[in-house]
């Protein structure tokens, strides 16, 4: 995972930097030192304190952090999360680039943080999808955790999950799955298999065929779920996907899945609103 964050980091500073900031450059002396303080200007989950530190020594190694809040702090407005201080080039360079990645995050933490408290006291947890800004991934899914949340597969290389175009295009359901166990037999390769399934019909397939570690209910309405889980009757892990919102992610929950993947935790948010000022 860090092998992303140091990649994206990397693009983050060509996009806005590239051959300088030639703003702090034409105003700011070389030799002069300030400190910026990050000002949480509304209430909700803070997340990509850690992050912002590894950007800041990107930048400058000699900035140094003052760190008085921690990822996945409830925080309200006029909260201090942290102070840096350094160069006034160097903080200035680092300001947008901070603030994007923290807002962003803090805005998935608190989405996150808000489904949790919906499903406080059930065993289902709620996991975020592939449903992401490309390239933002990593992040995403760590603000996900940070708010509480579970994280799915990272990509389409760490797990088998076998949807509706692969059931389509393999053939059916018994054909997909007996596919990828030999698939996994010839590479040697030791990954899960989740399956999607579209109905009773086809859950009954599943449950005939075997093979698989996780089942997901696409699309299911609440009655249909309940008989869902009650025929798989803890043989797999169940899943609950599709028209699930904040408003009914209780009644899915109550059902008995596992697990519920909610696409909005990154891609219907809203960014916590953050400031970093100069002090």
């Known amino acids: 995972m860090q092998s992303y964050i140091d990649g994206l980091l990397t693009l983050a500073i060509a996009e806005d930097i590239g051959n300088g900031d030639h703003t702090s450059l034409a105003v700011i002396s070389p030799e002069a030192e300030g400190k910026m303080k990050l000002l949480v200007k509304e209430e909700g989950v803070i997340a990509g304190i850690d992050i912002a530190k590894q950007l800041f020594k990107r930048i400058d190694r000699r900035l140094e952090m003052e760190q008085l809040l921690k990822d996945g702090a409830r925080v309200q407005k006029g909260d201090i999360a942290f102070y840096v201080t350094g160069r006034e080039r160097a903080l200035l360079q680092a300001e947008r680039l901070v603030l994007n990645i923290m807002q962003r995050m803090s805005g ?15 065993k289902t947890q709620v996991l975020d999808t592939r449903k992401t800004t490309p390239g933002m991934r990593v992040l995403d899914k760590l603000a996900v955790k940070t708010g509480g949340g ?21 053939g059916g359901i018994e054909q997909a799955i007996v596919k990828t166990l030999e698939y996994l037999q010839r590479t040697g390769l030791n990954l899960a298999i989740e399956i999607e399934v579209r109905s009773l019909e086809d859950l009954k397939t599943v449950l005939r065929v075997g ?32 028209g699930i919102t904040l408003e009914n992610l209780r009644a899915y929950a109550e059902c008995g899945v596992d697990f519920i993947s909610v696409g909005a935790l990154t891609h219907q948010i809203k960014s916590l609103d953050l400031s970093l000022k100069a002090i």
Request: avoid cysteine.
């Open 211 to 242: 093979g698989v570690q996780r089942i997901m209910f696409d699309n299911f309405d609440l009655p249909t779920t309940k008989e869902a889980v009650t025929l798989v009757a803890g043989r797999y892990e169940t899943e609950s996907s599709g």
């Open 108 to 122: 998935v933490a608190t989405q996150t943080a808000t489904y949790v408290k919906e499903l406080k006291g059930l």
């Open 150 to 170: 579970g994280n799915h597969r990272m990509g389409l290389f760490d797990m088998i999950l076998l949807k509706d175009n692969h059931v389509d295009f393999a």
